[in-house]
């Protein structure tokens, strides 16, 4: 098994020594019952990762010491998801399993059948929730980079996304082209730096024919996943299995 991953701050890798404190340092010493001797890496949520020896473990702090430290490569291609409000918990559900699978981008949209709406007043608190399944699922992952979780996003938004990729895919069951056949870019191919691959996912209620024709126009292809009909809460993590295993991040 591979050793437990933690969040440290960014500067704390750079020294020999890193406490691990604070929410972590109680996960570490109370939940994982952490000892002396053991392996564990740390890892700052940006592709730093530091293999540590444990050597003190206190009531709610973990005392490591570094033996190697790196940068974790970039995976290439990058690869967003637009993720339609699902109801109740399904978002933090999706945020997830989308990060266990290595999504780096999680974008929330609104968009027009969504029956969940984030009010001005709960935005932020669902914002967060979102952003703290990305956190603990990276680290469930043993992920040295957490995906990033935009903020609330318009179509417009969506649209200008769409426009900036090497691949625009929108999830559709009306679609004639599998999303396992569907032709690559050669900048995707080749897995370059490029603008990456941007799947969007609507809302259980489908798309409007306003958000179709914006995503068209931005470049957007429309791509199907297979016979049966997915939640949205479920569909972005089954698109991004596919392409993991086509780009060869898998």
Excluded: N, Y
Excluded at 76 to 95: F, S, W, Y
Aim: charged residues 25%.
């Amino acid at each position: 098994m591979t050793p437990p991953v933690f969040l440290a701050e960014a500067g704390d890798l750079a020294a020999d020594t890193v406490v691990l404190s604070g929410p972590e340092g109680r996960h570490a010493a109370a939940v994982r019952r952490l000892e002396p001797g053991e392996t564990v890496h740390l890892v700052d949520g940006a592709g730093t990762r530091a293999r540590c020896r444990v050597t003190e473990v206190g009531r709610d702090t973990v005392v490591c010491a570094v033996e190697e430290r790196g940068t974790d490569p970039l995976p290439r291609p990058e690869l967003t998801v637009v993720q339609a409000l699902p109801k109740g918990d399904r978002g933090e559900l999706a945020v997830e399993v989308m990060t266990e699978a290595g999504v780096d981008r999680v974008v929330p949209w609104a968009a027009e059948r969504c029956v969940t709406r984030w009010k001005p007043e709960r935005a932020a608190k669902a914002l967060a929730k979102w952003r703290s399944a990305a956190r603990e699922a990276a680290k469930q992952a043993r992920r040295s980079r957490i995906p990033e979780v935009t903020g609330l996003a318009r179509t417009a938004d969506v649209a200008a996304l769409a426009r900036g990729a090497d691949l625009a895919i929108v999830l559709h069951e009306s679609a004639q082209e599998r999303l396992a056949v569907l032709p690559l870019p050669a900048a995707v191919a080749a897995s370059e730096p490029s603008g990456g691959i941007v799947v969007v996912v609507g809302p259980e209620g489908g798309f409007s024919d306003a958000e179709l024709a914006a995503l068209a126009d931005a470049g957007a292809v429309r791509a199907l996943l297979g016979p049966t009909v997915l939640r949205t809460s479920t569909a972005g993590v089954a698109a991004l299995a596919v392409l993991q295993a086509r780009c060869g991040r898998w």
